[in-house]
């Protein structure tokens, strides 16, 4: 009975959204391989062996996830958040080091990456919070106030690795549930314009601080700047946006053909970040206009999947779900591709699903099971 139980929600899941998912996986393991190779003859990082097999253990996550009754997933969601805020502590105290900032737990070779646990905690435990109140409850101003202090708690640490991007990613999600949980547009105009005066007050300050106890500028600094003035350090902070978008335009409509990007073959897009940070850049320039268009509908697939699961939800906690999901995709897209073509400014945030990076895929893929979760779970059977 409970076999058949699965059977039937696994026939349930929406193929439309599981087909965009495995469209872009096998995309994402096609170009982590063009961006490991460096001509014939030359050795191959075997980069894209790891994200298939992050891939396989993603599925089946994704599909424990799709499965289990959303509602009970989020009844653990103070634990879930707990042990996310234990990991961020743990990162800071005996994470390993890497290009200057701790966002890593690593044992014999393998490593995760705590901030992407936070994401997805934090929006299992907004939701839940905002799902356990009246509409009266949601439009006043101390939920909107509780509601930022338990997204501040990992914002923070993120920040202390630090990690901006990731630290960013937080402020739409909890700012996006808010909205949809009914919260007034007054009070999140209001808290909105407060952050926007404590961050222009708050950065410059931090940021001079840096730079007087490090005698440089610090690398968020060098990426703004690089992002309002486009010849800054051509050779230095502004050299991987600047190979990007030579990358980006001498793609052309159809590409320079797989396997055959000139930016990345000869090393001037950054070989230790273009699996990660500038894939985008990789295919691009190999498949052009049309083979980017084509990786922007899979994603748009996605998105208005996740729109149109929320919209028939079962419940406000569904709803919920589904939106903190599709805000934080976008989020994550938006960025990534704006900053490979010079519209936003280079934050290291990866690709959903395309990037290379175990714990993002796992994250990744977990969400998109979230999506699917609420889909089958949209009616009592």
Known sequence: MRTEKYVGMIKRMDWLLFSAMVALA???????????????????????KMQMVWFVVGLLIYL?????????????????????????VLVLVTGQMVYGARRWLGWHGFGIQPAETAKLATLLTVSYYL??????????????????????????????????????????????????????????????????????????????????????????????????HRDYDLTGAGWNLNQSLIAV????????????????????????????????????????????LVIILLYAVLLFSGLRIAANARDRLGMLLATGVVVMLFFHIFINVGMTIGLMPVTGLPLPLLSYGGSFVLASMTALGLLQNVWIHRRIY
């Open 26 to 48: 096998v995309a994402s393991a096609l170009f982590i391989y063009s961006a490991s190779y460096h001509g014939p003859g030359q050795p191959i990082k075997d980069f894209y």
């Open 131 to 228: 799902f356990h109140h009246t509409l009266q409850t949601r439009r006043e101003l101390k939920t909107v106030w509780i509601t930022i202090a338990m997204m501040s708690v990992p914002f923070v640490l993120i920040m202390l690795e630090p990690d901006l991007g990731s630290a960013l990613v937080l402020i739409p999600i909890c700012f996006g549930l808010m909205f949809v949980a009914g919260v007034r547009v007054k009070h999140l105009a209001l808290v909105a314009a407060l952050g926007i005066v404590l961050a222009g007050v708050g950065l410059p300050i931090m940021w001079k601080s840096k730079e007087n106890r490090t005698g440089r500028r610090s690398y968020q600094k060098d990426r703004l700047t690089v992002f309002f």
């Open 64 to 88: 424990a996830v799709s499965l289990v009754d959303y509602r009970l997933i989020c009844q653990w969601a103070t634990v879930w958040y707990v042990v996310a805020i234990g990991l961020l």
């Open 249 to 292: 335009g001498s793609g052309g409509m159809t590409g320079r053909g797989y396997l055959q990007g000139t930016q990345n073959l000869l090393g001037y897009l950054p070989r230790s970040v273009t699996p990660n940070d500038f894939l985008f850049s990789v295919i691009a320039e190999e498949e052009g206009f049309v083979g980017s």
